[in-house]
């Protein structure tokens, strides 16, 4: 039988979500559109894949949004305060919608990541920022990053192909390993 132990479920249904392919395993790779992302939604998508944001499997989708800036939980009840949300130009919002798979690379073309688009949304920028930031102000480096993004969004699960680079990866722990 499983031995006792002292270690706290992961978060949610108490699974740790873990989503991580190779890029030799996913056959139309090659032929998906590809979408150049910030680094910091590629760190979002190394976080998802190893379970760090469980039970988040993916970006937020407008529902999740609301549930998460106006009662600090997901759609399903599980408490969560942080949107974790892919914010692109309008145009790549207005390309992509529920259905398609798209490949997340680096400004290098560096491909790292395939979200499984769920939703193609806008969000007032204001809303989010009071709810989320407590504030409009965009001296706030929260409410800043947000304006930079842009109010278009795409959601749905990631898989990653591989994580970026780091001079630091020896001394990284995943939540698996912890």
């Known amino acids: 039988g499983d031995k006792a132990t002292l270690l ?3 978060h949610g249904s108490g699974v740790l979500l873990e989503r991580f392919t190779p890029p030799e395993e996913i056959e139309e790779l090659d032929s998906l559109p590809v979408l150049r992302v910030e680094t910091t939604d590629l760190m979002d998508c190394e976080q998802i894949a190893h379970g760090t944001y469980t039970p988040i ?6 529902e999740a949004l609301d549930s998460v800036l106006h ?4 759609p399903d009840g599980t408490v969560w ?8 130009p309008a145009p790549e919002a207005r390309r992509h919608g529920a259905g398609d798979r798209v490949v ?3 400004d290098k073309g560096t491909c790292y990541a395939v979200l499984d ?9 204001d809303v989010v920022a009071r709810e989320w930031f407590g504030t409009e102000r965009s001296d706030h480096p929260g409410v800043a990053r947000l304006r930079q993004g842009g109010s278009h969004c795409l959601a749905g699960p990631i898989t990653l192909l591989r994580e970026l680079p780091s001079p630091f990866r020896r001394y990284q722990l995943t939540p698996k390993q912890t």
């Open 104 to 106: 997340l690379a680096d």
């Open 57 to 62: 499997a993916g970006f937020m989708d407008g």
């Open 71 to 74: 009662g600090h939980c997901l």
């Open 81 to 88: 305060t942080l949107p974790i949300l892919l914010q692109v």
């Open 117 to 125: 688009v769920t939703q193609s949304f806008s969000f007032d920028i």
């Open 8 to 10: 706290v479920n992961p």
